[in-house]
């Protein structure tokens, strides 16, 4: 049986080639819709199934994107990468999903690779504080988009929540509780200042100075995951130690709750606890953890059209940062401060 070509198809529609090449790469913008739904008829009723690689050679195009994701194990990373995957099948792109583990050497490995394998364009998590492998795709007119996090001397498409605000909801939460000492417990910022690490820390010391409250610095309680339960016992052992905890996010999060369990701590009688990022097991902790949810989902959709308009437009986008807001999502964590206080 002959295969069937895209010759065939505008034959049997009474269009030209190039606008079946048009229909199937959904550029309809010049078409009307009478023609659209010919077409689409045509290939249903020849059961046409078009080369995508080779269309994707012809056009310079592989349909194929690369995300490189800081640490997978992050709950907003786990839904961003669920929300870009959907959007991108929708528009008929395959997804490659690489995993840098906070390592800069992982991500530069990676996007390597991915640029080897001719990916159409990439969504990354960034690591590192090495502009160089970024700057030399900006230059080249590569469709570049940041999530979560920022790079210094790069000027691209940067999708993140407002770190300052999801601090400041914390905050009036636990101020509302008639709260005064509140620690804030998060993973080092690190060598490359990761931009939720170093902006949340910041935007603590800025609440506490805006809420008139003593600044202590056995308060801020940073420590890796695995020495955050060490961490957590010194800061709980202080002569005053505090009586709301921010977790920064939800590895911090987790790790409190560990220790809370080990330690048979009752939350939020002996403390009351806030969440930044709003994992799943936050919900079903015993008693459910208020959190500040990050909008994850849609961060991914819309870094996914982003990334999408990058790939059809020719011409230079001009570099914005979206900056998401979150939600206050009030459960049974937090109760009124101890009146000693």
Not at 3 to 20: C, F, N
Not at 80 to 86: M, P, W
Request: glycine share 4%.
């Amino acid at each position: 049986m002959k295969k069937l070509t895209i010759e065939d198809v505008a034959q049997k529609a009474g269009v030209s080639k190039s606008t079946v090449s048009q229909f199937l790469n959904k550029r309809y913008k010049y078409m009307s819709e009478a023609t659209r739904n010919r077409i689409s008829e045509v290939i249903d009723e020849l059961n046409y199934q078009p080369n995508g690689l080779a269309r994707g050679l012809k056009r310079n195009r592989t349909n194929t994107v690369g995300v490189v994701v800081g640490d997978i194990n992050y709950s907003l990373s786990i839904q961003c990468i669920h929300a870009i995957e959907n959007e991108l099948q929708l528009s008929g792109n395959q997804v490659m999903i690489c995993n840098a583990d906070e390592n800069p050497d992982k991500e530069n490995k990676y996007v390597e690779t991915l640029m080897a394998r001719q990916v159409d364009g990439l969504i990354v998590f960034p690591t590192g504080d090495d502009p160089s492998t970024y700057q030399r795709l900006l230059d080249e007119q590569y469709p570049l988009v940041f999530m979560d996090r920022l790079m210094e001397g790069i000027a691209t498409q940067s999708l993140l929540v407002d770190n300052e605000m999801a601090v400041k909801m914390a905050f009036k939460e636990f101020i509302r509780h008639g709260h005064e000492r509140i620690a804030l417990l998060t993973l080092p910022a690190g060598r490359y200042a990761i931009t939720p690490r170093k902006e949340r820390a910041f935007s603590y010391r800025r609440a506490i100075e805006e809420a008139g409250l003593e600044w202590r610095e056995e308060y801020v309680c940073s420590a890796p995951r695995e020495e955050m339960g060490e961490a957590l016992e010194r800061l709980l052992s202080l002569p005053e130690p505090p009586t709301a905890l921010l977790a920064a996010n939800d590895i911090a999060l987790a790790e409190m709750l560990k220790y809370a369990n080990r330690r048979s701590m009752s939350i939020p009688r002996d403390l009351s606890v806030i969440g930044i990022d709003d994992a799943e097991y936050a919900e079903i902790y015993n008693p459910a953890i208020t959190t500040v949810r990050q909008p994850a989902y849609e961060m991914g959709v819309q870094a996914a059209k982003i990334l999408l308009a990058g790939i059809e437009d020719t011409g230079t986008s001009v570099p914005i940062t979206y900056r998401f807001p979150p939600t206050l999502i009030q459960r049974q964590s937090v109760q009124a401060a101890p009146k000693s206080e």
